[in-house]
């Protein structure tokens, strides 16, 4: 079985859409589990009709304090009854064929420890891959780990799902104070671990990128969620092998710290002494930071 799994903030107005594609899935062998992070206008109204009535699928709504996208996926595969838990957004929906493309997929993958999940790939309104094509060569689907995304042009917004159990051995570090940390934190971790995916030319999801999304306010999140960017950063370095990188990513961590006032954190980056060696051009960048704060967020 499948678990369908959407975290949502205020979005009574978006959900209609997921449930009814839920709805139309010409297959039924999953739950709709639900992390609602403490919203305010009327989203526990919904859920409690829809679960009155008969929709073809399990229904589980659990209410929790507002901790962020993060802290709810991390509640959500210690709750999830499927084996495999796939991730949709409440302000998007599925393609009919979703839930059986993902369980058929599954089955495809060979008995390889290293497989941590699959994906699909999103598409817009009109079923229309975002991005393009990747490029495969032709195939149906390549393997390959979340680092090596680019080599395939698969580095953009995927439709991954995961075996739960492997999932809940890679739970989204949270930093008190924020609520956001950016998903590769947790994806390549995967991939220093050594897990890949399948990733299949299909679209099977359906984005609508509204105002107050995430990807619509990039600049707040990271206003917001300096540390939880600190740790992208620190994590990207684990893989990086040119000396320029390395210096941009390091120099990206320790701007981070200096965001969030935690300059003691500086010293847990993977090259401390050229952390602190350029603590001066990062603390500059900090303060270039706080400006282009001022004039995307507020005008």
């Known amino acids: 079985m ?10 009574a107005h978006t959900l209609p859409r997921l449930f009814d594609s839920l709805q139309t899935q010409d297959c039924k062998d999953f739950e709709w589990l639900v992390i609602d992070d403490g919203s305010t206008d009327g989203t526990a109204g919904l859920f409690q009709r829809w679960t009155q009535k008969d929709a073809g699928f399990p229904i589980r709504y659990v209410y929790t304090e507002n901790g962020g996208k993060q802290r709810a996926v991390n509640k959500g595969a210690m709750l999830a009854e499927g084996r495999f838990f ?13 839930v059986s493309f993902v369980l ?23 079923g229309r891959p975002l991005g393009g094509r990747p490029k495969m060569g032709g195939k149906p689907w390549v ?33 008190d104070g924020e609520k956001f940390t950016p998903e590769a934190v947790v994806w390549d971790r995967m991939a220093l671990d050594g897990y890949k995916l399948r990733w299949f030319d299909k679209v099977i999801y359906r984005c609508a990128y509204l105002p107050g999304g995430l990807t619509d306010s990039t600049w ?3 206003k917001e969620n300096p540390m939880g960017y600190a740790m992208l950063f620190n994590t990207r370095l684990e893989s990086e092998k040119k000396n320029g990188d390395r210096l941009k990513q390091i120099l990206q961590y320790v701007s981070c ?40 967020i507020y005008g």
């Open 2 to 11: 499948l678990t369908v799994f959407t975290p949502t903030y205020n979005r």
């Open 86 to 98: 796939f991730i949709v957004d409440s302000d998007d929906s599925l393609l009919p064929d979703a």
């Open 104 to 126: 058929k997929a599954f089955n495809t993958l060979p008995d390889d420890p290293s497989f941590i999940g699959i994906s699909g790939l999103r598409g817009d309104a009109q």
């Open 143 to 175: 393997d390959a780990s979340n680092l090596e995304r680019p080599r395939y042009g698969l580095s953009r917004d995927m439709a991954e799902a995961f075996f739960t159990d492997k999932l809940r051995n890679y739970p989204f570090p949270v930093w």
């Open 220 to 222: 707040r999140l990271l």
């Open 257 to 296: 710290c200096f965001l969030a006032h935690e300059h003691r954190q500086i010293a847990e980056c993977h090259f401390p002494g050229l952390a602190f060696l350029l603590s001066p051009l990062a603390y500059a960048l900090s303060v270039r930071r706080k400006r282009q704060f001022c004039r995307y």
